[in-house]
């Protein structure tokens, strides 16, 4: 279905066509208006006039002559049957007004009775046409073009001040948010009329640009540098737990440590995963997710023992996606995690479906209020005894809007939460 052009230029081109239209319409019934009165009223009420003027006369002199100019010819009839010969068309004319046929023509017949006499007074009004040609529908028409001129100037004018807004929406429409350096438009192209309010507009558009693209590129280089930064200290603190693990084996304090390690460790990966997918294109892979689930299961288990909460998966079907694998283990991993530290016993399943994957916990679930403050960073739900700083979710949230995955998350509380993540139907994949 093609698209329906709705921007402003269009819009302003139909207001204009519309105008266009009206005014004509306008113009046409005002001339045919006119047409009408120099009819009915002027030519008319003159034509009634000249039958009274030639009645006063004829009172006093029947001999008068009739009325025999270049527009008007006046014939007689007299009540002894003598008086002028009347055309054969004329004879079953009533008094009144009628236009009749006469020799190719079809003048205005006005026929009036005085006693036994009637008056057949015959007015030719093409001149008086060509007069009201002359001096109304001219005038009329020369009016129509300078409006329809006026308006032409005013639809271009109006064209050149939009124009540089049109070009400026296009070039926002049309850039690329994968990378805000190449989606920067170039603000240089837009011609404007200096001081204008266009010229205003770009150049605070600009400055915004400007601002926004230092202020990614600081949030950039800080994750980069803080999540490499940390990695040194927390494979220190590794090296050192294994030794300690070595030297007092079973000690819960040291297992919490190694836990909180791995979260770390977890987190780090992620943040830089974001910061490099958001500057290049991570590379896609056909990956088989009931393989990936099974093994995220199995790393997890000795978190899910020490917090005596089953893990377990199910595989209802074979689902097979094209995606980057680290980023799909990463969201499963938090969601995953995220569900343990949250049930303090119970169970939590991760469930694999024709094309979704489900992690569904017994914890203590969440209020409704609650959830939606739950995506944000660094709000955290009540009832974990883990510690931690609330972006599991907000991470999930977005790299599942970088990669088009359907985030839904229902809960109950005192009956657990069920966490879905649905895949586009063009992400997934039936042959090797």
Known sequence: MPHRRSGVQHRLTRVYLMQVVLISLATVF???ATAKIVEHVLVKQALKREAEHFWAIYETDPEFARPDTRHMLGLLTQPDGSGDPIPDSFQPLTPGYHRVDLAGDRPIVFVEDFDDARLYLIFDERRVAALALVFGVLPLTGVLLVIYLMSFITWRKSRQLMSPLVQLAEMLRGAPITDPRAARPEFDLIETEADSEVAVLVAALEAYADRLLDFVERERQFTRDASHELRTPLAVIRANLELLGARFPGVPSVQRIEDTVGDM???????????????????????????????MVERLQPLSTSKNVALRSEQRSMLKLTAPEQVLSIVITNLVRNAINYTNSGSVEVIVGKNDVIVRD??????????????????RGVGSQEGGHGLGLAIVQRLCERFKWKLEVASEVGHGTQVRISFPAWQTWSKF
Do not use: C, Y
């Open 30 to 32: 005002g001339v045919m």
């Open 265 to 295: 460790e977890a987190l780090i990966a992620t943040l830089l995963l974001l910061a490099r997918s958001e500057h290049r294109q991570l590379p896609e892979e056909r990956l088989i997710v009931n393989d990936l689930v099974v093994n």
């Open 362 to 379: 017994t914890g203590p679930g969440i209020n409704p209020d609650d959830l939606e403050r739950l995506l944000q960073p660094f709000e």
